[in-house]
C-alpha cells in the first residue's frame, strides 16, 4: 500500500516561488504515474502536471507551462513541484496522486487511486 504527504505550501506574493513536496512511503515498485493536482476553493479539481516513471515523461496543464516543473529524485519516492512566477490564479489546495487504479494513465486519474492530504498554496497580488 502506498502512502502519499505532500509539503512545502505557503504564502507568498505575486511572482514568487514555491517548491512542494510529495514523499511515497510503502511498495511503489507498481507506480508508473504521479501528477500534482489543485483545487481552488468552489472549482473543481484540476490537473497541474504529471510524470511518468519510465523514461520521465512530463506532463504540463497550460496554465502552467514555462512556469512550473515536476521531476523526482532518483530513488523515485519523492515527487517535487516548483512553482515559479506564481499568479493570484494558482491559489488553491494542491495535492499529488499516484496511479493506482485502472484506467491507467496521465489523462484518468481518479478517485480510486491513490491521493495525498494536500499542502495549501495561497498568491496575493
Known amino acids: 500500500q502506498v502512502q502519499l504527504a505532500e509539503s512545502g505550501g505557503g504564502s507568498v506574493q505575486a511572482g514568487g516561488s514555491l517548491n512542494l513536496s510529495c514523499v511515497a512511503s510503502g511498495d511503489t515498485s507498481t507506480v508508473n504515474c504521479m501528477g500534482w493536482f489543485r483545487q481552488a476553493p468552489g472549482k473543481k479539481r484540476e490537473a497541474v502536471a504529471g510524470?511518468?516513471?519510465?523514461?520521465?515523461?512530463?506532463l504540463y496543464d497550460d496554465s502552467v507551462k514555462g512556469r512550473f516543473t515536476i521531476s523526482l529524485n532518483n530513488a523515485k519516492n519523492t515527487m517535487f513541484l516548483q512553482m515559479n512566477d506564481l499568479k493570484p490564479e494558482d491559489t488553491a489546495m494542491y495535492y499529488c496522486a499516484a496511479d493506482l487504479s485502472p484506467p491507467w494513465g496521465w489523462g484518468n486519474f481518479n478517485d480510486k487511486d491513490t491521493w495525498g492530504q494536500g499542502t495549501l498554496v495561497a498568491v496575493s497580488s
Open positions: 510524470i511518468y516513471f519510465g523514461g520521465g515523461r512530463r
